[in-house]
């Protein structure tokens, strides 16, 4: 038996987002049901290297499979600069929970880019309104590139607006897609007037106000990924129906964690949990429901799930590299 190594091309080839979107959607029901067991993040802090570590392991089942693994990934912003690589590097272990047998080693950066557009597709499903056909996005880093895939996968989008002060990204974003979308640089406000917002950038101070958006725009919130990160302002969150994907996770370093702990929003202000909409216990978006908001934090049943789409299908196509890493038989 034998371990599947998968590059990021694999990974990029094989986590088709459908497929993925639909895989994250029952691990969110999953872990509503309480299926699933997900130990807390936890980091190796190294002020040094002006970095860290997150170990994320999680296990769910679902009523058609389940699946375990383990994601080791960084944050150190010096490295594109200092040593060339990414900011983020990400390394998925993908086990087989009846054996514990390491069925693929795989790319965990492109994985985590595909699961969390994947995340704010169901999302974007359960809270936009149905005819949803404009996207504004604030910030053209590579996430951007993402939420848009993922979400037209859910939406007939046909307008994108997309708004970053760095005017090459924006270029390179609006060339990217100019063939397949009515897609133009804006101002954050063009952008949040728009059916959907996603906001994917890294910012303390927030950016986007109660007036930028629409009164029925859904916003994805992406960017929060550590505590005081903050993009939206008090105002438009105390505006807003709030979904958020796990209230520890959310509340610590979620774009909710700056005005939660100031006491400015509290559980009275958060409408559910995305699982709890997944599963029927809360209502997504209804006739009545203005501006919608979803915190996204990123989960690791959310790159479990990945993974195991990345390896069955990389099976079926008799992709990666196998080696033998453990001796079997013994």
């Known amino acids: 038996m034998n ?29 509503e049901r309480g299926d699933t067991q997900m130990p807390a993040k936890s980091y190796i802090d190294l002020p040094q290297y002006n970095g860290d570590f997150r170990s994320m392991p999680a296990y769910l089942e679902t009523d058609e499979w389940d699946a375990a693994g383990l994601k080791w990934v960084n944050v150190h912003p010096d490295n594109p600069e200092d040593h060339d690589l990414p900011t983020v590097l990400g390394t998925m272990i993908y086990s087989d929970p009846e054996t514990a047998f390491p069925l693929a080693i795989m790319d965990g950066t492109t994985l985590t880019m595909k699961r969390t557009g994947a995340a704010a597709a169901v999302a974007t499903d359960y809270l936009a309104v149905d005819d949803a056909s404009s996207l504004g996005i604030v910030g053209a880093g590579v996430q951007s590139y993402m939420q848009l895939e993922a979400i037209s996968e859910v ?32 101002s954050i406000s063009e952008a949040g007037h728009c059916d959907i917002l996603s906001t994917v950038t890294p910012v303390e101070e927030p950016i986007v106000g109660l007036e930028d958006v629409g009164e029925r725009t859904h916003v994805n919130a992406i960017g929060a990924d550590a505590a005081g990160k903050h993009e939206l302002s008090d105002d438009l969150l105390q505006a807003a129906r709030i979904v958020i994907d796990d209230h520890e996770q959310c509340t610590h370093s979620g774009e909710i964690n700056v005005p939660y702990g100031e006491g400015v929003l509290t559980d009275a202000d958060i409408h559910g949990e995305i699982g709890e909409l997944v599963v029927g216990a809360k209502d997504g978006r209804t006739a009545d429901t203005g501006l919608t908001v979803f915190d996204s934090t990123g989960l690791a049943i959310q790159d479990v799930a990945a993974a195991r789409v990345v390896y069955e299908t990389a099976r079926e196509n008799d992709a990666g590299y196998d080696f033998g890493m453990i001796e079997t038989g013994q």
């Open 3 to 31: 371990t599947l190594l998968l590059d990021s091309d694999d990974v990029d080839e094989f986590a088709r987002l459908s497929e993925v979107i639909d895989a994250v959607e029952r691990a969110f029901g999953a872990f």
């Open 155 to 186: 939406r007939p989008i046909e307008e994108v607006v997309v708004s970053d002060p760095d005017e090459e990204r924006v270029e390179r974003f609006v060339d990217s897609y100019g063939d397949r979308f009515d897609v133009r640089a804006g």
